[in-house]
């Protein structure tokens, strides 16, 4: 168990809908990541907060955003959905956003099925 | 971004046997992990070794960070050892710190 916890674990839904995917970090992890993976296109990175502010963008989308909330719970929200967002989404931890020493931890992540 | 290699792509291997993966990374880092994905799709983390060498059971991992390179070593292969394994690092300077880059993994299948 890695500590990060994410929910839910199974999504199937249609076209044009919206999900939101929750995060929980580990204890006292200030920074979350959010990583997408699919068959084609690997581990991406997607979006990172830190202590509630955006650090670093990956390749999201803009039907796509997060946010990190003061109780560092972080949400990734996807909207009109398309088939091609099927995936496996990953959130992950760490203490800090940059500085060395620090292991990242992943969640067992989120399947979103796109029907 | 920087560029992560790994290799072999795809490993057949015998139970009992012993392999080597390989991740060559772009760029200086500062953190390089070694994860398992298993079949249920978890990304267990193995070695978090941005140098030197670490052992776990059956598992151990060399980083050259000199050379820009990282090697994973399995002994004793066994049927739960199937997976992907994928090297990923991060940079130690620059706009993207922080963030991990993921090699595209070396499938590994282990036959009874």
């Known amino acids: 168990d890695s500590g990060v916890t994410q929910t839910p674990k199974h999504l199937i839904t249609a076209t044009g809908q919206r999900v939101t995917l929750r995060c929980s970090p580990r204890?006292?992890?200030?920074?979350v990541y959010w990583y997408q993976q699919s068959l084609d296109q690997g581990l991406q990175f997607l979006i990172q907060?830190?202590?509630?502010?955006?650090?670093a963008k990956g390749n999201i989308l803009e039907r796509f955003s997060a946010q990190q909330f003061p109780d560092l719970h972080s949400e990734l929200n996807l909207s009109s959905l398309e088939l091609g967002d099927s995936a496996l989404y990953f959130c992950?931890?760490?203490?800090?956003?940059?500085?060395?020493?620090?292991?990242?931890?992943f969640g067992e992540g989120s399947w979103l099925t796109v029907v | 971004g920087i560029q992560v290699e790994q290799s072999p792509p795809d490993l057949i291997l015998q139970e009992g046997a012993n392999s080597t993966l390989r991740c060559n990374f772009s760029?200086?880092?500062?953190?390089l992990q070694w994860f398992h994905q298993n079949p249920w799709g978890q990304l267990i983390n193995l070695f978090y070794?941005?140098?030197g060498t670490k052992q776990n059971g059956r598992l151990s991992a060399t980083t050259v960070a000199t050379e820009r390179y990282s090697l994973l070593y399995i002994s004793s292969s066994q049927t739960t050892d199937s997976g992907v394994y994928f090297c990923?690092?991060?940079?130690?300077?620059?706009?993207?710190?922080?963030?991990?880059?993921f090699g595209r993994g070396t499938q590994l299948t282990v036959w009874p």
């Open positions: 992950a931890s760490s203490p800090t956003w940059g500085s060395t020493g620090n292991t990242i931890y």
């Open positions: 204890s006292g992890d200030l920074s």
């Open positions: 070794i941005p140098s």
């Open positions: 760029d200086s880092v500062n953190n």
């Open positions: 990923a690092v991060r940079a130690d300077r620059g706009s993207t710190l922080g963030r991990l880059y």
């Open positions: 907060y830190y202590n509630g502010e955006e650090r």
